[in-house]
């Protein structure tokens, strides 16, 4: 796996990649429960969300790219948790990664250029909803020290019945209080 590392290259993303972020995200929207959006957007409806991620800052967006292609393979964001002031040292972390690039590392690739972009930032907490089951991202979140601490039953309905989704909280190392 090494050598396919090798082979991709993550960065921040850019405009540039609105295009691929937005097919890839719609793929998700289409055919799973991992998000409970259930209409595709345009490029220009998911424009806010791409700009509301800027290079610095708690709310980063990390792509992984293949580093001769430039297809987008996968990416991770940090984003609000909730708007409320008193939150804004806590994020919701999530990554995507593209179906024929799962079981080759991206999703650790992208955790890792993460959580390292964000150990210099305020942040006290990440969290994670994981829509069940989802066992592969359940494994990734635990490697990365989140731990589960409850399960909203039935909380979301898409392609009709209703799903569970699970939420995992993390400490982050830069945190006030350094708490876990």
């Keep these: ?30 055919e799973t ?6 209409a595709v957007f345009t490029p220009e409806e998911r424009r806010p969300w791409l ?17 001769n292609s430039q297809e987008i393979l996968g990416y991770a964001t940090s984003s609000p948790y909730r708007p409320k ?17 799962a079981g080759r590392g991206i999703g650790t690739l992208l955790y890792t250029a993460l959580f390292e972009a964000l150990a210099g930032e305020d942040l006290h907490r990440a969290y994670a909803g994981i829509a069940q089951p989802n066992e592969a991202s359940t494994r990734l979140h635990e490697r990365f020290g989140f731990r589960h ?22 400490g982050l190392p830069g945190s006030w209080g350094k708490g876990s």
Excluded at 33 to 38: A, H, L, M, V
Excluded at 86 to 101: C, D, K, L, M, Q
Excluded at 149 to 170: C, L, N, P, Q, S
């Design 33 to 38: 429960p991992i998000t409970f959006d259930t």
């Design 51 to 67: 700009l509301s991620h800027p290079e610095d800052g708690p709310y980063r967006l990390k792509v992984a790219a293949d580093a």
């Design 85 to 101: 002031a008193a939150y804004s040292t806590s994020v919701e972390v999530t990554v995507y990664v593209a179906p024929h690039a």
């Design 149 to 170: 601490v409850g399960t909203y039953r039935e909380v979301g309905r898409k392609f009709g019945r209703y799903w569970d989704v699970a939420w995992y909280e993390k």
């Design 1 to 30: 796996m090494a050598s396919e590392h090798a082979e991709v290259q993550v960065r921040p993303g850019v405009e540039g990649d609105l295009a691929a972020l937005t097919d890839l995200y719609n793929h998700y929207v289409r």
